[in-house]
Structure formats: structure tokens, C-alpha cells
């Protein structure tokens, strides 16, 4: 059954569930809150099966935070909850679903303050939440992750926020290929018909195709502050404070 919804993600231990093939009412919400400390959603994603939800319990003290990803049906019942296994101070920042299994990016902060910051990517079953596998990455911090083909496509940024890359890693984890991108630190990643398209804090959309080469660079927007954009077949369209634009 195709199944059409857009999902808000909300900074509260809230998923907020709306129909777009209706009227854009709300066909329920459910709240989450499992130990009092505060909960908060970062991405969703869902596939025919659920709705997927990556989350963070506040810690105390302030750092010391837990990530976990949660699926629920569509009826909102929790199918089940799993803890990212690494360190204390986990994140988890973004997430995708496709046939192959549930892939989640994040970042993990040492308890003692004594080691950088740890980037990651996993792998979780789809149907019972168990890792697969959990891959440390190199020092770039996370951003967006997306799936395409053999590949899982990534972006970050240096720990200054200045500079950043794109990634393909292959099912397994393991890096292909890595483009720099000195100057620009990517926001988000969106996946084309035939090609990546990445935007950065400079409000440049790069495209680049499945192998890391750059096809072209989309105009710098200027009368709005850019916060998301999405791709379809008729182009790109961006979205921010000030108003949307479509390149």
C-alpha cells in the first residue's frame, strides 16, 4: 500500500505524524519520554514497513547525551528502541531506510573530555533493530547521510565549521571515495535521478555525480537564509527564512 505522509520533527520528546494525501490534518501524535530527562528528535525516515526515529536523551551533565533510534508503526506503537552501543555521550544526527536495512550517522563524545569527538556511521536490521555493524570514520564531523545504488553518501564539516566533504562509503562501511570542499561546509544532501546535489552554509547546491566528480555549482542565494532543499525531476528547490526559491 503506497503510503504518503510528511513527518515534523520537533525539538521535544514529540513525532508529529501528517497526512498529505488528505486535507494536511493530524492523524495523531504520540510523546515520548521514557526516563524524564527530555527527549528530542533529529531526523525521521520511514519505509513501507515504519516510521523510524532518531533521537537523543538529554544527559546530565550537559554533553553527556544518549542517542537511540526508535521505530513505531503507522498507529504510532513502538516496535522497539536501540541504544547506540559506543560511547556515553552519543548523538545520533541522521538516518535512512531503504531494502537493505536501517543506516544511521552520528557523533560520540568522550564522558572524560580527555579524546575528540568520534564520527560514525551503522548499520541496524530494519525489522528488530539489532547493529549490523558500526563503523568509526575520520575526524569530519556529521552532517547528512543518504542511500543510492551500491553506495552510502555522506556529507560533514572540519571542526571549525569551515570546511567540509562529501563521502560515498560502500554497504559495508567501508570509504570509495572522498571529495574536499574547502570554504563550503555542507548542510544537507539530497539524492537526484543521476546525480548528489549538497548544499552548503554559503548557500551553494554542488552536484556531483556517483563517483565524486563535480557536474556544476548552482547560484549563490542571496535575499534569503537557506535551511533545507529538496530535489525532484523538475528541479531544486530551496527553502528558507525569507521564502522559497527554485533554481
Do not use: C
Not at 537511540?68 to 548523538?91: A, C, I, M, N, S
Not at 570554504?183 to 539524492?191: K, S, V, W
Amino acid at each position: 500500500t503506497a503510503v504518503d505522509l510528511t513527518f515534523a520533527s520537533l525539538a521535544a520528546p514529540v513525532l508529529l505524524v501528517v497526512s498529505t494525501a488528505t486535507a494536511q490534518q493530524v492523524e495523531w501524535t504520540r510523546t515520548f519520554d521514557d526516563d524524564q530527562r527530555g527527549i528530542w528528535t533529529e531526523a525521521v525516515a520511514y519505509d513501507e514497513s515504519g516510521i523510524y526515529q532518531a533521537s537523543g536523551i538529554a544527559g546530565a551533565p550537559p554533553g553527556d547525551d544518549d542517542g537511540f533510534v526508535r521505530k513505531v508503526d503507522f498507529e504510532g506503537r513502538v516496535l522497539w528502541t536501540r541504544r547506540v552501543p559506543y560511547w556515553k555521550g552519543d548523538r545520533v544526527n541522521r538516518i535512512a531506510v531503504d531494502a537493505t536495512g536501517t543506516f544511521i550517522s552520528g557523533r560520540s563524545e568522550d564522558p572524560e573530555r580527555l579524546q575528540p569527538p568520534r564520527v560514525w556511521v551503522a548499520r541496524l536490521d530494519s525489522a528488530t533493530g539489532s547493529l549490523v555493524w558500526l563503523r568509526r570514520l575520520d575526524a569530519w564531523a556529521w552532517s547528512s547521510i543518504a542511500l543510492h545504488g551500491d553506495g552510502i553518501y555522506r556529507t560533514g564539516a572540519d571542526a571549525e565549521g569551515i570546511h567540509g566533504a562529501a563521502f560515498k562509503l560502500d554497504r559495508q562501511g567501508n570509504p570509495v571515495w572522498t571529495v574536499e570542499m574547502p570554504g563550503y561546509a555542507p548542510l544537507d544532501l539530497r539524492i537526484g535521478a543521476d546525480s548528489l546535489f549538497v548544499l552548503s552554509d554559503e548557500q551553494w547546491v554542488i552536484r556531483l555525480d556517483f563517483d565524486g566528480h563535480e557536474l556544476t555549482r548552482f547560484a549563490q542565494v542571496t535575499d534569503i537564509f537557506v535551511r533545507g532543499f529538496g530535489v525532484d525531476e523538475s528541479g531544486v528547490v530551496l527553502f528558507g527564512g525569507e521564502g522559497a526559491v527554485q533554481e
